[in-house]
């Protein structure tokens, strides 16, 4: 089974496609800043990434994705102008004074990292295996995905007459394009090569960061930790409460699954490289490092909201420090940054609501977790509540606070052990963006639900857990600097330890699950149904599933691999869009339990249904062999029918 873990040939067209499509166009933009060769190549794909997803989204809105070839060729050409000559000059490198434990971190960070994905859409010889986390997440990108290569703006892989809306799009955008021009798998683009290019820009951008803020790379190696290996101590709450090591509880995504979520992992990466362009901005005045930061930081909203406004807060309050100084050009990054960001967010995010204050609720439901076994403190403040007792309420939803943020950041909350001199290490600017964000994305995520999507504010708090590891960081490469001997090893351990087990635990568990085959199959019986749905039908033909495969999000693979559009599946998923599924799911409920066949002929024919593809379950009108219903293929998994309404019912 290992065998999957062995890229094929494509990945020398993906290599030829990340320098194409990414490194060249970012580092033409970077060339003036005179940055070494690592940094180059870490910072020029990192904005290259972000460019190619804008031009993509630009491109296909004003429909000329033609475009995307002159865009190639000619950053290939003006590259080749300002850097190839007759002397080739290679960087030199002391091997003797050479870090090798550089490399070692970002290498083993990334597989380690990358267990949690690498075998999702996996051929088997028993058909398609996923693992081993977000498996729904990962199935819906991949339809999403597959839409945007045919419609721009895309329709929902779930409801073909709808359009995406309240989503994020940029970072399926950039497998798109790659996957257009280059002709490269989707399923191999997302989760394998953009995965494990990701998983290397994640530690190399905290190396990147060290250099151009001159600290030490032990600040880079601990940050890096955190952005690998970090995650929650819930396993020492229940030590505590004499359930012994308990890993088996966990609410806060760790470290591990960060590339599970595509537009998480792209939104975060982009925002440490446009961190790098941010401090040379801040540190040299070179308003091309502006500039590139505000791009990077702008598109931030395209690819996940909550990383997008934590960025947008940070450089509002940096635009009022600016404006104080009276530093006015200082102000037009910014201000290039929140125009993109609108011009990104309007389109596809008008209608999501906004947000809606509910007080205590995340920690209060956080109390009353049937796992942790701590409710008796919530049942005392509502006891205090019934009896008038204010003073009392508020100290206990102190102490959820406190209990909620200690044993979901961990250690990550060392973030917050700092001195003047520690945070003088970093620019007082860095420290405005960062520090402003981090408050106001957390009071957003503990106090408000979304009007769409409701506790998905919870991803403010996750992205402000990310983000703080760089205070983390800092702290412990300032703090231990004063310690020595044998309590800074012993303090070391300790954090290394705490920091790491969940996610430890966590990839531990993703590779049992690999080598015991334990995770989603798609069976070879059911890939048959849906190739000769891809290959024995129409383009255009519209797929109705049963009433529960409707239902359920993980059916949205009958999407992707069928390549055909459907009338409705993972209608959870479309809710928390903002679409009102109530009107298709009667129609569905209607064609499988009805035993009126002019009804269900007149439905099928009014809602363009052209297939119905089930598994055990079969509409009623079945059992009467009506004649506009013809199987037209069968196994011991599947059954699929088409429709052939011949003449029209004038009524029902």
């Not at 955008?173 to 002709?183: C, E, N, S, T």
């Not at 040299?284 to 997008?308: D, E, H, N, P, W």
């Not at 703090?479 to 351990?493: E, F, P, Q, T, Y």
Request: proline share 3%; charged share 15%; with cysteine.
């Amino acid at each position: 089974m290992f065998f999957a873990l062995l890229p094929d040939t494509s990945i020398i067209v993906f290599i030829f496609a990340w320098i194409l499509a990414f490194f060249i166009p970012g580092d033409n933009l970077l060339k003036p800043l005179k940055l070494t060769v690592f940094e180059r190549l870490i910072l020029g794909t990192i904005l290259g990434i972000s460019i190619w997803a804008l031009t993509g989204y630009f491109f296909g809105w004003i429909g000329a994705r033609w475009l995307t070839y002159f865009y190639l060729v000619g950053n290939f050409l003006i590259w080749c102008k300002l850097n190839l000559t007759f002397k080739l000059k290679l960087p030199s490198l002391d091997f003797k004074k050479f870090d090798w434990t550089i490399p070692l971190i970002i290498i083993g960070g990334s597989i380690f990292n990358l267990t949690a994905v690498w075998f999702i859409a996996t051929n088997l010889s028993g058909g398609v295996y996923f693992c081993c986390r977000g498996v729904p997440d990962a199935i819906y990108h991949l339809a999403l995905t597959n839409q945007i290569v045919k419609n721009f703006p895309p329709f929902e892989p779930g409801a073909s007459d709808v359009l995406v809306k309240n989503y994020h799009l940029l970072s399926d955008l950039v497998v798109v394009d790659l996957a257009r021009i280059f002709k490269i798998n989707i399923a191999t683009l997302h989760f394998r090569y953009m995965s494990l290019l990701l998983a290397l820009l994640l530690g190399s951008s905290a190396f990147v960061l060290s250099q151009i803020l001159k600290l030490k790379t032990l600040f880079a190696k601990w940050l890096a930790l955190f952005l690998y290996a970090s995650g929650d101590i819930i396993y020492l709450l229940l030590f505590l409460r004499r359930d012994g090591l308990n890993f088996d509880v966990t609410i806060l995504d760790d470290a591990s699954k960060l590339l599970v979520g595509p537009p998480r992992a792209y939104s975060i990466i982009l925002f440490l490289g446009g961190l790098c362009l941010f401090s040379i901005w801040i540190k040299q005045r070179k308003i091309l490092a502006g500039f590139c930061a505000s791009i990077i930081f702008g598109s931030l909203i395209g690819f996940k909201v909550y990383t997008g406004i934590f960025a947008l807060v940070g450089l509002g309050f940096l635009g009022i420090y600016f404006l104080w100084k009276k530093q006015f050009k200082m102000i037009i990054p910014l201000l290039i940054a929140l125009i993109l960001s609108i011009s990104l967010y309007l389109p596809t995010n008008s209608g999501a609501g906004g947000l809606k204050f509910n007080g205590f609720w995340r920690f209060e439901n956080f109390m009353v977790h049937n796992d942790l076994k701590i409710s008796r403190l919530e049942y005392s403040r509502l006891k205090s509540i019934s009896e008038g007792n204010w003073a009392t309420v508020s100290l206990y939803e102190l102490l959820f606070i406190g209990l909620y943020f200690t044993f979901l950041f961990g250690t990550v909350n060392l973030a917050w052990i700092q001195s003047r001199n520690s945070l003088k290490l970093f620019p007082k600017e860095l420290n405005i963006f960062l520090i402003s964000g981090l408050f106001v994305t957390i009071i957003l995520g503990s106090f408000f639900l979304q009007k769409t999507g409701g506790a998905n504010t919870v991803q403010f708090i996750i992205g402000a857990f990310i983000i703080s590891g760089i205070y983390a960081a800092l702290a412990i490469y300032y703090w231990l600097r004063k310690i020595h001997g044998l309590i800074a090893l012993a303090i070391v351990i300790v954090i290394l330890f705490l920091t790491s087990a969940r996610s430890i635990y966590e990839v531990y568990g993703n590779l049992t699950s690999i080598s015991q085959k334990k995770g989603f199959m798609i069976t070879r019986q059911e890939m048959d149904g849906l190739l000769y749905l891809r290959n024995k039908t129409d383009p255009n033909s519209k797929i109705m599933l049963s009433q529960w495969m409707s239902e359920d999000e993980l059916f949205i693979y009958i999407s992707y691999f069928s390549d055909r559009p459907m009338f409705l599946a993972s209608g959870g998923l479309l809710r928390d869009h903002g679409f009102d599924t109530s009107i298709k799911e009667n129609i569905v409920k209607k064609i499988m339990r009805s035993d009126n066949e002019q009804e269900v002929k007149q439905l099928l024919i009014n809602n363009n249904i052209n297939y119905l593809f089930f598994h055990s379950e079969l509409p009623i009108i079945i059992r009467y062999n009506p004649q506009f219903l013809k199987k037209v293929y069968e196994n011991e998994k599947v059954n699929i029918f088409k429709v052939t309404p011949g003449l029209v019912p004038s009524t029902l």
